[in-house]
């Protein structure tokens, strides 16, 4: 046989398993146009929903009047909050523990927001009755500043829990307060910064931004009155949950309700939440017996359908004069709109915030969360992050240069001296995480030398110099980052979403003539899933990963699991996948052993085989072992050959890494450009470096569009200024940064395979990189702190308030 | 982002376009390109019943360059105007600002003759012209007329052109061999409109400089030109900045467009002045 | 409003239906002729999700009425697959260099680019990056995208010479 020929290595290599850059299955598809999105799904006599949205961020709803819009041709039912109070779905639960109107029931509270939904033979009719429906407002007093919101006299907002003390995170002390939390030891800090040689103090904020996918979110709910199951189709990243939160709000039992989610445009967070366009198409379907499509328009997508970030933080960092630093201390004031509509775990209402001490071992920490509500659009959804390890890790990184500042050291040398040891992990941080493990310092030297960086700090001063001399009028920035992420949410014993624990799942059947199928609780939005899930079955049970159909997102066919966000699908769900492998495994060893009549422990496993122990020229590859299983009736053991397995993760993984990007500023427009960027990331094993170089460079530039340019901004009227990609920022290829990529490896100690996620790290690491680029242009004329986004007018503004222009 | 209804017309000559404009008044307008109407409408800011489309009246197309005056028919595309090697060479300030316009798709589509007639103060195309000292003609029912591109624009979106008549061609007076020329724009990213923008001519004769979306039409500045052809620059700009009027948007607030507006059109002139031969 | 009777070439193949007149291209593409490949992203004429190629040119089909369409040439991502149902060069390129990764971009950025190369085949990374810079995506950072379309062109230039 030719097989035999072939070396471990090149049966190896014909598996394409972990560890090899394997072109993607998906691409086949979706380069010819032929994916199947939400929107692309067309069903007989289905209707389509469009809302009336709300001019106003603040304001009474006085009256909606129906009747012109139902008499345009086409419009078949316009739902108001009245109609769906007798459902009791005209609010709905927010996954933070909160309420939310579905539609408005007597006031709204953000722009934008839902009013009334019209249901129609299609978009265009649907549409001429969005128009037609006449609203009656009266306008109240409109709150966009999250520390006017907690004025005493502050305009009330939610009085739906006028007189409720209690929320879902604890105490509330005021009615525009919606929790506070607090991790660390308060006192002890205090006291070190009492004590401390140096404290540097600042507001740091991350402004409030949105994930933008290219897709923007939508459904299909199709209610077969027959059989009394309702189907829905739509952009979910999580649609288990969905499933399981249709049926806890709609009273529909839980069998008779399949969610799919098929081909999804990008989610990067934004898809995680339940909207109103969901619960009502799932009413207009069961009202009208007809299939109801909602897909949201950009605008709409844009001003209703969640935010990321807005995070007021106030720190404290105490350090020695030698820069060792001893503690840290912050204050989170946190804008999450009308509703609180956060997607974090159930005990976590600020996320992971509280990995804000970052890749720093920092002895004792102090962290509180204060939850507000404004006139805005409810969300603080997980943009390209886990649960807010974006904003801690843009505070820390921005805390750490504003005490080399104070200290008037090297940024990299501050770092240096206070990352966490490779000997210290598991590392027990002061907030409360058990670091897996970690090698920072081996990273830092590694991308330090990289880029050549005491090359470029030379540059840098020579530049400065000539900018004295007036010689020429752009600045040189160096921006330094080494971030520590929190990802693969996560052990059930602590990470929960209403009440559903966050393991994942994975479900494997080997077909008789060694092919196979393999079903996850998760679901791709583009991050090849796929291909790299098959590669961990390949390398883990010897099938060529392109003999493995990999399915997900249908919760009819596949295992419960939590879904796609927060980096946890390698983590959690990639875990789950080995772990079933190596079940089926174990059978097949079994079976091998029967066949080539040793025992058991007799035979291992190599490659795509088991080996009798010492003669190796007895074996039976997993393609024979695969069609023994269904024709053999081998003693003791159950005919066929797949398994099944939930992984609950014992710990996070922690994935980091370092970054530097040089950027040249234009003093007098405040125009930028970045002149490189070098990535080096940790996820621990790779399994296909070519996913995660794509992973990086397209993390990487969401970062740079939030750090330059993008943001959700409102005016003091609570009117939403950013509701189209004019104002909404995403760069071109042509603004669009080159990145280079590198990498450690630092497998994480509790995962089946070592692997530790990477989607988020360059979202993560990315944005503090670029914005302490800006900074430190600026350093050598006193700069210290400047919110972003850094577009052109606020870097100008930064020269202008430093004198620089003369 | 849904349209209203409306009745769709292509007539294949002018003097139909001008009828049907005639018969519904203000409820029709015509549409070249499409790429400030359409979106208009999709938000239902442009009202209108009848939509005119005059892509199929050939007088409106092509370019050509005789005695001294390059004509651009109203529907010549950005693209068009790009690729069209005779007019880069006879004036290639018209490149160097249609390739600044937008994205390459909206090139394709959007014309010459949209840009100038809508009377949008962020396009690029009003200064540009007013640089240049062209001339727009209008075809109506009383016939054609000629307006110059520095009388034609009144206030955003209201222009000399009335209801009823059509922008046809835009004739260019070709500056003399040795002519400086910069359109230096200053904007978010590609498909923004400009922050700021400068074009600059400078020639042995005189100098022409006017700037884009700094007010709610494009600025010329007879004062900046006059003080640029006697070689005094502080002067050009001084005269600029007390012309120029703009507003606060997501761009920036006041001050800072007048700094950069400031900068840009310095650039604009160090650029144009390297060119002169 | 009364439905128009609109009629053109799409994918060399002649199409025809009715629709009002204010029907978007990109709508009377994908809910009347089923041809989903082109996507709507933004409705704004930024994202480019919708390109299509009509008469020669890369038109963004959310910003033209289907009645102005009436009796053009349209290509779409569709029209770009080998005629023996391969993927066309463009397409194989991205798949070889992960230009891609939701996919949901990807059509109307292999429609721009297969213009882009038409009209400059040997174009500098620079070029490709001003040539796509009507279409956005969220997933990629564009890095691959610009190498899929510079190999593309480099092996379009050499099947070329292969035939001379």
Not at chain 1, 31 to 41: E, F, K, L, M
């Amino acid at each position: 046989m030719k097989d035999e020929v072939q070396s471990p290595e090149e049966r190896s290599a014909t598996l394409k398993g972990m560890g090899c850059s394997r072109k993607r299955v998906e691409d086949v598809r979706f380069t010819q146009g032929r994916g199947n999105y939400v929107d692309d799904i067309k069903l007989d006599g289905m209707l389509t929903g469009d809302f009336v949205r709300s001019p106003y961020a603040h304001a009474r709803v006085l009256s909606i009047d129906t009747e012109a819009a139902l008499a345009v041709p086409g419009v078949l039912a316009v739902l108001t909050a009245k109609d769906l109070e007798p459902l009791g779905l005209h609010w709905m639960p927010t996954l933070a523990g909160d309420k939310q109107m579905v539609l408005a029931d007597g006031k709204v509270l953000f722009q934008g927001q839902e009013v009334a939904y019209v249901v129609a033979t299609d978009r265009y009719a649907a549409a001429d009755g969005v128009a037609a429906v006449e609203v009656d407002y009266e306008d109240l007093p409109v709150v966009t500043d999250p520390f006017k919101a907690m004025d005493p006299d502050a305009p009330v907002l939610r009085e739906d829990l006028a007189g409720q003390t209690e929320g879902a995170h604890g105490p509330r002390r005021h009615h525009n307060h919606i929790f506070t939390w607090e991790q660390g030891d308060k006192a002890a800090t205090e006291a070190v910064l009492a004590e401390a040689d140096v404290v540097a103090e600042e507001m740091v904020y991350y402004h409030r931004t949105h994930p933008m996918p290219l897709e923007t979110c939508g459904c299909v709910a199709s209610m077969d009155k027959v059989t009394g199951k309702l189907t829905l189709w739509g952009t979910f990243q999580a649609p288990h949950a969905v499933r399981t939160v249709a049926s806890l709000i709609s009273g529909i039992a839980e069998h008779n309700i399949r969610v799919i989610s098929p081909d999804i445009g990008g989610g990067f967070g934004n898809k995680v939440g339940v909207y109103p366009g969901y619960v009502c198409s799932i009413v207009a379907s069961i009202v009208t017996g007809k299939p109801v499509k909602w897909v949201e328009s950009r605008m709409d997508n844009l001003m209703s359908t969640a935010f990321a970030r807005d995070y007021w933080m106030q720190g404290k960092i105490a350090a020695t004069k030698e820069g060792r630093i001893t503690g840290l201390w912050c204050h989170t004031t946190a804008d999450h709109g009308g509703f609180d509509a956060c997607a974090d775990p159930t005990k976590f209402p600020a996320g992971f915030m509280n990995i804000c001490t970052g890749s720093y071992d920092i002895p004792v920490a102090y962290l509180a969360v204060d939850g507000v509500y404004t006139n805005k659009a409810p969300g603080g959804v997980a943009y390209r992050c886990s649960f807010r390890v974006t904003e801690a890790a843009y505070f820390i990184e921005r805390m750490i240069e504003v005490l080399a500042i104070k200290l008037n050291m090297d940024a990299a040398e501050l770092r240096r001296i206070n990352f966490i040891r490779k000997e210290q992990f598991p590392y027990q941080s002061a907030l409360g995480w058990e670091y897996d493990s970690g090698d920072y310092h081996t990273a830092w030297e590694k991308a330090l030398n990289a880029v050549g960086y005491d090359g470029l700090r030379r540059e840098q001063a020579e530049r400065l110099e000539a900018f004295k001399r007036g010689e020429t009028r752009k600045l040189i920035g160096i921006g330094l980052t080494h971030f520590t992420e929190i990802v693969g949410a996560g052990p059930v014993k602590n990470c929960d979403i209403l009440g559903l624990g966050m393991f994942d799942s994975c479900e494997i059947r080997i077909h008789p003539t060694g092919s196979a199928i393999a079903r996850l609780g998760t679901i791709s939005q583009g991050q090849g899933h796929a291909t790299t899930f098959a590669q961990i079955i390949a390398s883990e049970i010897g099938i060529p990963a392109d003999d493995i159909t990999l399915e997900e997102g249908d919760t009819d066919t596949a295992p419960y699991g939590l879904g796609t966000y927060g980096s946890r699908s390698t983590p959690v769900a990639g875990a789950a996948t080995a772990m079933a492998a190596r079940k089926i495994r174990a059978k097949a060893q079994m079976i091998a052993a029967y066949l080539l009549e040793v025992h058991d422990d007799d035979v291992e496993f190599d490659v795509d085989r088991f080996v009798v122990k010492g003669a190796p020229e007895r074996f039976k590859t997993m393609k024979e072992i695969a069609f023994a299983s269904y024709n053999q009736a081998i003693p003791g053991v159950e005919p066929g050959l797949e398994a099944v397995s939930y992984y609950d993760p014992p710990n996070m993984t922690y994935p980091f890494g370092a970054y530097i990007c040089v950027m040249e500023i234009d003093v007098d427009t405040g125009e930028h450009a970045v002149r490189s960027f070098y990535a080096l990331d940790d996820c621990g094993t790779r399994i296909n470096p070519m996913i995660i170089e794509g992973q990086v460079h397209g993390g990487a530039t969401e970062g740079y569009a939030i750090a330059m340019g993008q943001e959700i901004a409102y005016d003091e009227m609570g009117n939403h200024k950013t509701a189209t990609l004019m104002d909404f920022f995403v760069p071109t290829a042509w603004e669009t940064p080159h990145y280079t990529t590198d990498f450690t490896v630092t497998p994480s100690p509790h995962h089946p395979i070592g692997a530790k996620g990477v989607g988020e790290s360059p979202n993560v690491g990315s944005v503090p990189c670029f914005s302490n680029a800006v900074h430190d242009a600026f350093r050598p004329f006193g700069l210290v702190q400047s919110h972003m986004p850094h577009d052109h007018w606020r870097i100008w503004k930064i020269a202008e308030d430093l004198g620089l222009h003369v | 982002m849904i349209p209203a209804g409306f009745e769709y017309h292509r007539p294949a000559d002018l003097a139909s376009a001008v009828d049907i404009l005639r018969a519904h008044g203000d409820e029709a307008r015509v549409v070249a390109g499409g790429h400030s109407l359409i979106p208009m409408m999709k938000l239902r800011m442009a009202d209108l019943r009848h939509l005119i489309d005059l892509q199929a009246i050939g007088a409106l197309k092509g370019i050509t360059i005789a005695e001294g005056t390059a004509t651009l028919g109203a529907m010549t595309t950005q693209h068009e105007l790009i690729e069209n090697a005779d007019l880069a060479a006879a004036i290639p300030l018209l490149r160097e600002a249609a390739l600044q316009i937008a994205d390459p798709q909206v090139r394709y589509m959007g014309t010459v003759g949209g840009n100038v007639a809508n009377g949008d103060p962020g396009n690029d195309m009003p200064g540009l012209m007013q640089c240049l000292d062209a001339r727009f003609e209008l075809y109506g029912a009383e016939g054609t007329r000629q307006v110059a591109a520095r009388d034609f624009y009144e206030a955003a979106y209201f222009t000399a052109r009335s209801d009823l008549e059509i922008l046809t061609k835009i004739l260019i007076p070709v500056p003399a061999s040795g002519t400086g020329y910069a359109y230096a724009k200053q904007k978010r990213k590609i498909g923004d409109y400009a922050t700021a923008a400068a074009a600059v001519l400078i020639g042995s004769d005189g100098a022409s400089v006017a700037m884009t979306n700094l007010s709610d039409t494009p600025v010329w500045s007879e004062e900046a030109g006059t003080a640029l052809a006697s070689g005094d620059i502080e002067g050009c700009v001084a005269a600029m900045l007390a012309a120029i009027d703009p507003q606060e948007d997501m761009r920036g607030p006041i001050a800072f467009k007048k700094h950069v507006a400031a900068v840009i059109l310095r650039r604009a002139i160090d650029s144009a002045l390297s060119r002169r031969a | 409003m009364s439905k128009m009777h609109i009629k053109f070439r799409l994918n060399g193949q002649e199409v025809e239906g009715l629709a009002e007149p204010r029907m978007l291209l990109i709508h009377f593409l994908r809910e009347n002729l089923k041809v989903t490949g082109p996507h709507i992203g933004c409705e704004t004429s930024h994202c480019g999700a919708c390109t299509v190629d009509m008469g020669g040119k890369s038109v963004k089909s959310c910003t033209v009425f289907a009645c102005q369409a009436d009796g053009a040439e349209i290509t779409t991502i569709e029209g770009l697959t080998n005629p023996d149902g391969t993927l066309g060069v463009l397409q194989e390129m991205f798949r070889e260099h992960h230009g891609l990764q939701c996919g949901f971009c990807t059509p109307g950025m292999i429609t721009r680019a297969h213009r882009l190369l038409q009209e400059n085949p040997t174009p500098t990374e620079e070029e490709v990056r001003f040539g796509i810079s009507g279409n956005l995506c969220r997933c990629t950072g564009y890095q691959n995208i610009v190498k899929a379309i510079l190999a593309a062109a480099e092996q379009l230039n050499s099947h070329k010479e292969a035939a001379e």
